[in-house]
């Protein structure tokens, strides 16, 4: 069925060293990805986006990178703050349905070490 | 832009009561809006997607008669938890989805229901 999945439940990284989350999905129908960053106690937030024909995104100090060969999906933060610590979730749609709906991973919580 | 509100932020009530969270994008029109539960260290689990003005399609295992969504405008749905108990208390979180805009959902910041 239908599942996005986290290799790794926890992350923990030592403060301005990189960090890479990553993420599986199994619908190869899937042509929008986002990934959300979530602090305790509040909603997802929205951290970047790309489409299946791009392989490659970047932002300020976040790179998402999308490979459809092996369905896979990841999140680089560059020089990793203490503020970077929360969970983060990947999110596919579904590119069969326009309803907008979104499939959320199981999530990686991120911790960074000062 | 692309704000969207939740509101109660907390709300504790005694079993058998029913609870409404309402949902508000403040500045931008939203045709879809989705709701979440959360259970703690969980994923967020979609609970139905509401679109204005007509009825919200729930997902598998989801009780409609529990969860009453409306929708009444493209800036406000509200959720109302009907005859709570304990096993409802979660963390509940909605989204917005644009007008004319593509997949991108904005968040609100969730709210705690704890049911006595």
């Known amino acids: 069925g239908e599942s996005v999945g986290l290799h790794l439940p926890t992350l923990s990284v030592q403060e301005g060293d990189n960090s890479i989350i990553n993420c599986a999905y199994s619908n190869s129908a899937s042509d929008y990805f986002i990934w959300y960053k979530q602090e305790s106690g509040k909603g997802p937030q929205f951290i970047i986006d790309?489409?299946?024909?791009?392989d490659k995104r970047q932002g300020q100090r976040v790179t998402v990178l999308l490979n459809k060969t092996v369905k896979h999906l990841s999140l680089q933060i560059a020089a990793t703050q203490p503020g970077d610590s929360a969970v983060y979730f990947c999110a596919e749609n579904n590119g069969s349905s326009n309803t907008g709906k979104l499939i959320f991973g199981q999530g990686t919580t991120l911790q960074v070490k000062p | 832009g692309a704000v969207v509100s939740q509101h109660p932020s907390r709300v504790i009530c005694k079993s058998g009561t029913s609870v409404k969270i309402e949902c508000r994008s403040l500045?931008?029109?939203?045709?879809?809006m989705f709701w979440y539960r959360q259970f703690p260290k969980k994923s967020l689990m979609l609970m139905a997607t509401?679109?204005?003005?007509?009825?919200?399609?729930?997902e598998q295992g989801v009780e409609k008669d529990k969860f009453l969504i409306n929708h009444a405008s493209l800036t406000l749905s509200t959720l109302t938890v009907t005859s709570a108990h304990p096993e409802d208390s979660s963390f509940y979180i909605c989204s917005a989805r644009r007008q004319t805009q593509g997949y991108e959902q904005f968040f609100g910041p969730g709210t705690r229901l704890t049911v006595l």
């Open positions: 790309i489409r299946s024909n791009m």
């Open positions: 500045d931008f029109q939203a045709t879809t």
């Open positions: 509401s679109n204005e003005g007509s009825k919200a399609t729930y």
